[in-house]
């Protein structure tokens, strides 16, 4: 039986295993100026209303939540900084909780395009 040796470069791609000086060279994106992190959302002005007629599963609603107690209007970096301060519990990851319900908050999206929204871009 042989033991498994150290990564070595192959020739077809350096790597930071095998070349530590391409740490930072690795082409991965800058993020982008457009992405769901880098907008400002706002509360709808009938957002009780809404929530009222269309209930949300617990975890979007402290989405909410967190946006109300920021003043109604936040990045997604706050939204998901202030979710420490409400009811918010759950195993998985606050990034993948916004990714899942950002478009049923925003009316966007093919399943929930036209649906009345709870959040607008500021």
């Known amino acids: 039986m042989t033991k498994i040796t150290n990564p070595t470069s192959n020739g077809k791609a350096d790597t930071p295993t095998t070349n530590?000086?391409?740490?930072?060279?690795?082409?991965?994106?800058?993020?982008?100026?457009?992405?769901?992190?880098?907008?400002k959302v706002?509360?709808?002005?009938?957002?009780l209303e809404v929530l009222t007629s269309n209930p949300l599963p617990p975890q979007a609603h402290c989405l909410l939540l967190a946006l109300d107690n920021l003043g109604g209007t936040a990045t997604k970096a706050e939204i998901l900084k202030e979710l420490d301060n409400t009811s918010f519990n759950t195993t998985q990851s606050k990034d993948r909780i916004w990714a899942f319900y950002r478009q049923r908050l925003m009316g966007e999206g093919k399943d929930y395009g036209g649906a009345n929204p709870y959040l607008v871009k500021a």
């Open 42 to 47: 706002s509360l709808v002005p009938n957002v």
């Open 20 to 39: 530590p000086n391409t740490v930072n060279r690795m082409g991965i994106p800058a993020p982008s100026s457009r992405s769901s992190a880098n907008i």
